[in-house]
Structures are given as C-alpha cells and as structure tokens.
C-alpha cells in the first residue's frame, strides 16, 4: 500500500500551530484576529479535501488550563479558523484538543488518545491509512503511538536532523506536503 497516493478511506491528522497557522513564540492564540494561516495552508487544505476521507485536527492547548484563555476563546480561533477554511471548500471534520498540563495525560501529544476520540466519532478511520502531520517531535510520536504514518513539516523545526526514527516524510511546509499527494 503507498502511503502517498491516499484516498477517501484514509484519514489526515494535522497539528495546528505552527503547521496550519503561524505559531506564536512561547505564548497562545488567543483571538481570531491573532490566527494568521501559513501561505499556501488554504490551497493545501482543499487538495486534502479532495483526497482524505476525513481531515481531523488535533491539539495541545495548556493555555486553557493556565487559565489564559478559556474554552470559548479557543472556540472562537477554530470558528473562525473553520469558517476561512469553508471558503475554500476545505473544512476539518472535527478538532480536538487537550488543555490539560499534565504530560502524561492520556489525550495530550504524544498520547494517542486524540486519535482514539476521533474514531469513537468517526469508527471507519483505520490508523494504518492514517497520516499525522505536525512540526514537533511530540506529533511525529502521537502518530506512531497511534499507529499511523508521520509526516514532519519543517516550518518552526528546520535544524532538526533528519532521517529520524519518528518521520516517515519531512516537507517545508503543508503546502509542499499537498502538492507532494496531489495527482498529476
């Protein structure tokens, strides 16, 4: 099976900041006005729309928990996140995301248990036509831990060595990673 030619009954997993969005240097996004796509993301996204079955987003947010933003807050980015992405045809299917402060919490990246709650709600994904696609190591293990394949974007990590046992791609960006799948 190559990973690279997906198709409807395969599922994308994607980080948000610092993959989709440009991440803020050791802080949060804490409004809309403050979420700003990468170049490229909304075109990426729709390439995605037309290959994945499904197209899941997954998150760590400790600001939640530190008690800098609330849930609603967070809401808000991926309401109006959502609605950018709608105009190019490109939603996600559903976001999930621990707030908790605990590393070992069984949803926080590494953790598999986003991945876990996306197949409570959608029981057709199938890990192994899966691919996780993040810009930190904690990505690239959350989809081995999930059993899925890994696809590293270099945006806020391009000093990390590669090849590495956790990346089974690495691309610039998302765009790269889209045009890299997309049919002649």
Not at 37 to 64: D, H, S
Not at 105 to 125: C, S, V, W
Not at 137 to 159: C, I, W
Request: glycine letters at 6%; a negative charge; proline letters at 7%.
């Amino acid at each position: 099976m190559d990973w690279l030619t997906p198709d409807k009954s395969w599922t994308l997993f994607l980080d948000r900041d610092g993959v989709i969005n440009h991440e803020k240097y050791q802080d949060y996004i804490y409004r809309p006005e403050e979420f700003s796509f990468y170049e490229g993301v909304p075109e990426a996204m729709k390439i995605f729309r037309q290959l994945f079955g499904r197209l899941i987003l997954v998150t760590n947010q400790r600001g939640v928990e530190k008690g800098l933003m609330t849930v609603q807050d967070l809401e808000d980015v991926h309401s109006h996140m959502q609605q950018e992405l709608g105009n190019w045809n490109a939603a996600l299917d559903a976001i999930y995301f621990c707030s908790s402060l605990d590393d070992n919490h069984p949803n926080r990246k590494p953790q598999p248990g986003m991945a876990l709650l996306a197949k409570e709600d959608f029981p057709e994904i199938d890990f192994n036509k899966s691919i996780m696609v993040g810009n930190n190591l904690s990505d690239m293990y959350f989809g081995r831990n999930a059993g899925m394949k890994t696809v590293f974007v270099q945006t806020t990590h391009p000093e990390l060595p590669l090849p590495h046992p956790a990346i089974d791609l690495a691309c610039k960006d998302l765009l790269n990673f889209a045009i890299l799948l997309k049919p002649e």
